[in-house]
């Protein structure tokens, strides 16, 4: 049973427009939510984080939004870039190193 | 710091051949995690360690695969005898405490190919 879902398995975007990618969740013990983003050929690397006790967190272009009630958050691109062409990876954890991941959207930003 | 390393980066084997996968940690991580990515399931946790101890193996998907951890910076992950679904790329990650959000540090992957 997959506890972290991403439902969209692509997303295309114009440059210069908001990217929205979402990720939902089934366990209200998470306490962190993160966001990895993946390029070919390369691993994951963290792009940034939100904790349960927050609904908004901020870094340069990068916000995600948590809503707790709804077990639902977003990661918000704006605005897009070409670079930003990747796999997003939303990702949980309940009080433990462990991640949960879910199974990625596929973002291209087209110019 | 050369962030975790993998090796190989392409295995090409055939079925019924072992298959070991090689990982090293970034100095002074203490956590380290195995994880297999496919189309179907995306990132799947197979087992990790904490101080060279297995904490969780729940997604070790059978006997035919184990890990080892013999010291504090370097980990294996083997397959034996390997068969055609576990072709996937495998990745492993560190991790160190005081993070504050649980942030894993990825090595390359290694991409298995098995005949």
């Known amino acids: 049973d997959q506890q972290v879902k991403q439902n969209s398995p692509s997303l295309s975007v114009q440059e210069g427009r908001i990217s929205i990618l979402n990720c939902d969740y089934t366990n209200s013990m998470f306490d962190y939510f993160l966001w990895y983003k993946k390029y070919p050929a390369e691993g994951p690397t963290f792009l940034i984080s939100?904790?349960?006790?927050?609904d908004k967190n901020e870094d340069g272009r990068f916000t995600v939004f948590l809503n707790k009630s709804a077990k639902h958050l977003s990661l918000h691109i704006v605005p897009s870039q070409p670079g930003d062409s990747a796999v997003y990876f939303c990702?949980?954890?309940?009080?433990?190193?462990?991640?949960?991941f879910g199974t990625g959207t596929r973002l291209q930003v087209f110019p | 710091d050369a962030g975790v390393i993998q090796s190989p980066r392409h295995e090409v084997t055939e079925m019924g051949q072992e298959v070991t996968l090689r990982c090293k940690l970034i100095?002074?991580?203490?956590?380290l995690f195995w994880y297999r990515q496919t189309m179907m399931r995306g990132l799947e946790l197979l087992i990790y360690?904490?101080?060279?101890?297995?904490?969780?193996d729940s997604g070790m998907p059978e006997d035919r695969f184990s890990a080892k951890m013999p010291n504090a910076s370097f980990s294996t992950l083997k397959i034996q005898p390997s068969e055609p679904r576990d072709s996937a790329v495998y990745f492993c990650?560190?991790?160190?405490?005081?993070?504050?959000?649980?942030?894993?540090?990825f090595g390359p992957g290694t991409r298995l190919t098995v005949l």
């Open positions: 990650a560190s991790s160190f405490p005081g993070t504050g959000n649980n942030e894993q540090f």
């Open positions: 360690f904490n101080n060279n101890v297995p904490i969780d």
């Open positions: 990702a949980a954890s309940e009080d433990t190193d462990k991640l949960i």
């Open positions: 939100i904790s349960s006790i927050k």
């Open positions: 100095s002074g991580h203490n956590s």
